[in-house]
Protein backbone atom coordinates (compact mmCIF):
# COMPACT_ATOMS: atom_id res chain seq x y z
CA UNK A 1 0.00 0.00 0.00
CA UNK A 2 1.51 3.10 -0.77
CA UNK A 3 1.48 6.10 1.78
CA UNK A 4 -1.29 7.96 0.19
CA UNK A 5 -3.52 4.97 0.09
CA UNK A 6 -2.74 4.03 3.51
CA UNK A 7 -3.58 7.62 5.09
CA UNK A 8 -6.56 7.95 3.34
CA UNK A 9 -7.99 4.32 4.63
CA UNK A 10 -6.86 5.54 7.92
CA UNK A 11 -8.23 8.52 7.78
CA UNK A 12 -11.73 6.77 6.39
CA UNK A 13 -11.50 4.40 9.40
CA UNK A 14 -11.20 7.33 12.05
CA UNK A 15 -13.57 9.48 10.58
CA UNK A 16 -16.29 6.49 10.71
CA UNK A 17 -16.77 6.52 6.86
CA UNK A 18 -15.86 2.38 7.52
CA UNK A 19 -18.78 1.96 8.63
CA UNK A 20 -20.83 3.50 5.64
CA UNK A 21 -18.61 1.62 2.77
CA UNK A 22 -19.17 -1.56 2.36
CA UNK A 23 -15.70 -3.52 3.33
CA UNK A 24 -15.06 -4.95 0.48
CA UNK A 25 -14.51 -1.35 -0.68
CA UNK A 26 -11.59 -0.78 1.69
CA UNK A 27 -9.81 -4.13 0.67
CA UNK A 28 -9.56 -4.84 -2.66
CA UNK A 29 -7.30 -7.47 -3.13
CA UNK A 30 -6.32 -8.16 0.28
CA UNK A 31 -3.72 -10.52 1.44
CA UNK A 32 -6.49 -12.91 3.19
CA UNK A 33 -7.79 -13.51 -0.22
CA UNK A 34 -4.47 -14.04 -2.07
CA UNK A 35 -3.85 -16.36 0.74
CA UNK A 36 -7.31 -17.62 0.63
CA UNK A 37 -7.43 -21.51 0.97
CA UNK A 38 -10.07 -24.47 1.39
CA UNK A 39 -7.26 -25.80 3.80
CA UNK A 40 -3.81 -27.76 3.68
CA UNK A 41 -4.55 -31.13 4.61
CA UNK A 42 -0.89 -32.23 4.92
CA UNK A 43 0.50 -29.76 7.58
CA UNK A 44 -0.89 -27.61 10.54
CA UNK A 45 1.66 -26.07 12.52
CA UNK A 46 1.52 -26.24 16.59
CA UNK A 47 3.51 -25.13 19.25
CA UNK A 48 5.00 -27.19 22.58
CA UNK A 49 6.54 -24.45 25.51
CA UNK A 50 7.91 -26.96 28.73
CA UNK A 51 7.75 -24.49 31.80
CA UNK A 52 10.07 -28.01 33.43
CA UNK A 53 12.72 -27.38 31.18
CA UNK A 54 12.77 -23.78 31.09
CA UNK A 55 15.28 -21.67 33.28
CA UNK A 56 15.03 -18.09 32.09
CA UNK A 57 18.15 -17.56 30.28
CA UNK A 58 16.64 -15.57 27.55
CA UNK A 59 18.40 -17.04 24.65
CA UNK A 60 15.05 -17.46 22.72
CA UNK A 61 14.49 -13.76 23.45
CA UNK A 62 17.53 -12.75 21.94
CA UNK A 63 17.34 -15.28 18.85
CA UNK A 64 13.78 -13.67 18.43
CA UNK A 65 14.52 -10.08 17.89
CA UNK A 66 17.62 -10.66 15.90
CA UNK A 67 15.58 -13.28 13.41
CA UNK A 68 12.75 -10.71 13.08
CA UNK A 69 14.34 -7.27 13.10
CA UNK A 70 12.73 -5.83 15.78
CA UNK A 71 15.32 -3.38 17.47
CA UNK A 72 17.17 -5.49 20.02
CA UNK A 73 16.81 -2.79 22.99
CA UNK A 74 13.42 -1.65 22.11
CA UNK A 75 10.50 -2.33 25.12
CA UNK A 76 8.80 -4.62 23.05
CA UNK A 77 9.47 -8.13 21.69
CA UNK A 78 7.87 -11.11 19.92
CA UNK A 79 8.13 -13.69 22.39
CA UNK A 80 8.92 -13.02 25.65
CA UNK A 81 9.68 -15.43 29.39
CA UNK A 82 7.83 -14.33 32.54
CA UNK A 83 8.88 -15.06 36.15
CA UNK A 84 6.33 -16.41 38.59
CA UNK A 85 7.16 -16.67 41.99
CA UNK A 86 4.67 -17.89 44.61
CA UNK A 87 4.38 -16.85 48.48
CA UNK A 88 3.01 -18.56 51.49
CA UNK A 89 0.48 -16.10 51.25
CA UNK A 90 -0.91 -17.45 47.75
CA UNK A 91 0.02 -14.23 46.30
CA UNK A 92 1.65 -14.76 42.73
CA UNK A 93 4.42 -12.11 41.94
CA UNK A 94 4.95 -11.91 38.71
CA UNK A 95 7.70 -9.62 35.83
CA UNK A 96 9.30 -10.16 32.71
CA UNK A 97 12.13 -7.41 32.73
CA UNK A 98 13.30 -6.65 28.69
CA UNK A 99 10.88 -9.44 27.91
CA UNK A 100 13.48 -11.79 29.65
CA UNK A 101 15.94 -11.16 26.82
CA UNK A 102 18.94 -11.07 29.74
CA UNK A 103 17.72 -13.09 31.76
CA UNK A 104 16.73 -12.93 35.08
CA UNK A 105 19.81 -12.22 37.31
CA UNK A 106 18.17 -9.37 40.21
CA UNK A 107 16.45 -11.14 42.92
CA UNK A 108 14.14 -8.54 42.61
CA UNK A 109 10.59 -8.67 41.70
CA UNK A 110 9.28 -5.24 40.07
CA UNK A 111 11.47 -3.85 42.88
CA UNK A 112 10.76 -6.14 45.28
CA UNK A 113 12.77 -8.65 47.16
CA UNK A 114 11.01 -11.25 48.27
CA UNK A 115 12.61 -13.07 51.38
CA UNK A 116 13.72 -17.29 50.39
CA UNK A 117 11.64 -18.67 53.26
CA UNK A 118 8.58 -16.82 51.60
CA UNK A 119 8.82 -18.15 48.47
CA UNK A 120 6.82 -21.45 48.21
CA UNK A 121 7.63 -21.84 44.40
CA UNK A 122 9.42 -20.40 41.34
CA UNK A 123 9.04 -20.86 37.28
CA UNK A 124 9.50 -19.69 34.21
CA UNK A 125 6.62 -19.02 31.40
CA UNK A 126 7.73 -18.25 27.68
CA UNK A 127 5.04 -16.19 25.67
CA UNK A 128 4.20 -16.07 22.41
CA UNK A 129 1.51 -15.96 19.52
CA UNK A 130 -1.24 -18.92 20.15
CA UNK A 131 -1.50 -19.09 15.81
CA UNK A 132 -5.44 -19.74 17.24
CA UNK A 133 -7.09 -21.38 15.08
CA UNK A 134 -10.02 -18.83 15.65
CA UNK A 135 -7.78 -16.02 15.68
CA UNK A 136 -10.05 -12.57 17.00
CA UNK A 137 -7.50 -10.35 15.25
CA UNK A 138 -8.02 -11.73 11.88
CA UNK A 139 -11.58 -10.97 12.32
CA UNK A 140 -11.49 -7.38 13.38
CA UNK A 141 -9.14 -6.58 10.73
CA UNK A 142 -10.77 -4.19 8.30
CA UNK A 143 -7.77 -4.04 5.46
CA UNK A 144 -7.18 -7.61 5.45
CA UNK A 145 -3.88 -6.87 6.40
CA UNK A 146 -3.83 -9.77 9.22
CA UNK A 147 -4.51 -13.33 7.69
CA UNK A 148 -4.10 -16.94 8.48
CA UNK A 149 -2.26 -19.16 5.70
CA UNK A 150 -3.84 -22.63 4.73
CA UNK A 151 -1.60 -24.31 7.44
CA UNK A 152 -2.22 -22.02 10.17
CA UNK A 153 -0.07 -19.66 10.95
CA UNK A 154 -1.31 -15.45 11.31
CA UNK A 155 0.98 -13.25 9.26
CA UNK A 156 0.45 -9.33 9.38
CA UNK A 157 1.58 -8.16 5.67
CA UNK A 158 3.07 -4.60 6.71
CA UNK A 159 2.32 -2.95 3.36
CA UNK A 160 -1.00 -3.32 3.87
CA UNK A 161 -1.85 -2.89 7.22
CA UNK A 162 -2.87 0.70 8.23
CA UNK A 163 -1.65 0.95 12.05
CA UNK A 164 -5.47 1.35 13.54
CA UNK A 165 -4.46 -1.00 16.15
CA UNK A 166 -8.12 -3.03 16.27
CA UNK A 167 -6.24 -6.69 16.22
CA UNK A 168 -3.94 -5.31 18.97
CA UNK A 169 -6.82 -4.59 21.16
CA UNK A 170 -8.17 -8.05 19.90
CA UNK A 171 -6.20 -10.63 21.17
CA UNK A 172 -6.86 -11.92 24.53
CA UNK A 173 -3.49 -12.59 24.73
CA UNK A 174 -1.39 -9.03 24.39
CA UNK A 175 1.34 -10.70 22.06
CA UNK A 176 0.67 -7.70 18.84
CA UNK A 177 2.53 -4.30 19.55
CA UNK A 178 3.72 -1.79 17.18
CA UNK A 179 6.62 -2.36 15.06
CA UNK A 180 9.09 0.81 16.81
CA UNK A 181 10.39 1.26 13.46
CA UNK A 182 7.40 0.16 10.46
CA UNK A 183 4.54 2.01 12.84
CA UNK A 184 2.54 -1.43 12.26
CA UNK A 185 1.24 -4.19 13.54
CA UNK A 186 3.70 -7.08 14.65
CA UNK A 187 3.81 -10.57 16.07
CA UNK A 188 5.45 -14.03 16.68
CA UNK A 189 4.82 -15.68 13.16
CA UNK A 190 6.33 -18.83 14.29
CA UNK A 191 9.41 -17.38 11.73
CA UNK A 192 7.06 -18.62 9.12
CA UNK A 193 10.13 -17.83 6.75
CA UNK A 194 11.72 -20.14 8.12
CA UNK A 195 9.52 -23.19 8.94
CA UNK A 196 8.09 -23.32 5.29
CA UNK A 197 11.69 -24.04 3.75
CA UNK A 198 12.16 -26.65 6.92
CA UNK A 199 14.41 -24.90 9.34
CA UNK A 200 13.25 -24.64 13.22
CA UNK A 201 12.51 -21.34 14.51
CA UNK A 202 14.98 -18.53 16.01
CA UNK A 203 14.06 -19.36 19.31
CA UNK A 204 13.90 -23.17 18.99
CA UNK A 205 17.20 -23.34 17.76
CA UNK A 206 18.48 -21.59 20.05
CA UNK A 207 16.86 -22.82 23.11
CA UNK A 208 20.05 -25.59 24.86
CA UNK A 209 17.19 -27.10 27.24
CA UNK A 210 14.73 -27.91 24.51
CA UNK A 211 11.68 -25.90 26.86
CA UNK A 212 10.59 -25.04 22.84
CA UNK A 213 9.14 -27.16 19.96
CA UNK A 214 7.80 -26.56 16.59
CA UNK A 215 6.03 -29.84 15.10
CA UNK A 216 2.88 -30.40 12.01
CA UNK A 217 0.26 -31.40 13.79
CA UNK A 218 -1.34 -33.50 10.92
CA UNK A 219 2.04 -35.94 11.29
CA UNK A 220 1.08 -38.61 14.04
CA UNK A 221 5.05 -39.37 14.10
CA UNK A 222 5.67 -35.80 14.54
CA UNK A 223 7.01 -35.42 18.13
CA UNK A 224 4.97 -32.58 19.01
CA UNK A 225 1.78 -34.11 17.75
CA UNK A 226 2.91 -37.41 19.96
CA UNK A 227 3.04 -34.93 22.63
CA UNK A 228 -0.11 -33.15 22.93
CA UNK A 229 -2.04 -36.57 22.10
CA UNK A 230 -0.22 -38.47 25.37
CA UNK A 231 0.89 -35.93 27.90
CA UNK A 232 -0.96 -33.56 30.04
CA UNK A 233 -0.88 -30.11 28.07
CA UNK A 234 -2.84 -27.29 28.18
CA UNK A 235 -3.33 -23.66 26.70
CA UNK A 236 -3.41 -20.14 27.67
CA UNK A 237 -7.19 -18.53 28.21
CA UNK A 238 -9.34 -21.01 26.38
CA UNK A 239 -12.25 -20.16 27.54
CA UNK A 240 -12.16 -16.87 24.88
CA UNK A 241 -12.72 -19.85 22.27
CA UNK A 242 -9.89 -18.72 20.07
CA UNK A 243 -8.82 -22.36 20.19
CA UNK A 244 -5.17 -21.55 20.73
CA UNK A 245 -2.15 -23.85 19.00
CA UNK A 246 0.32 -23.37 21.85
CA UNK A 247 0.53 -25.99 24.33
CA UNK A 248 2.21 -26.16 27.53
CA UNK A 249 3.63 -28.98 29.59
CA UNK A 250 3.91 -28.61 33.40
CA UNK A 251 0.86 -25.62 32.80
CA UNK A 252 -0.23 -24.04 36.39
CA UNK A 253 -3.51 -22.81 36.57
CA UNK A 254 -2.04 -19.33 37.82
CA UNK A 255 -0.86 -18.68 34.55
CA UNK A 256 -2.49 -16.34 32.84
Known amino acids: MNPSRRKFVKTALAGGLAAALPLSALKMLSPAEAHASIGNDKVRWAFVVDTEKCVGCGLCVKACKLENEVPYDAPVTRTWVERYVITRDGKSHIDTPKGGRDGFTSPKIRDEVIPADEITQ ?43 GYCIMACPYGVRFFHPVYKTAEKCTFCYHRISKGLKTACVQACPFGARQIGNLKDPSDPVTKIIMTQRVAVLKSEYGTKPQVYYIGFDERVR
Open 122 to 164: AFFVPKLCNQCSNPACVQVCPVGATFQTDDGVVLVDRSWCIGC
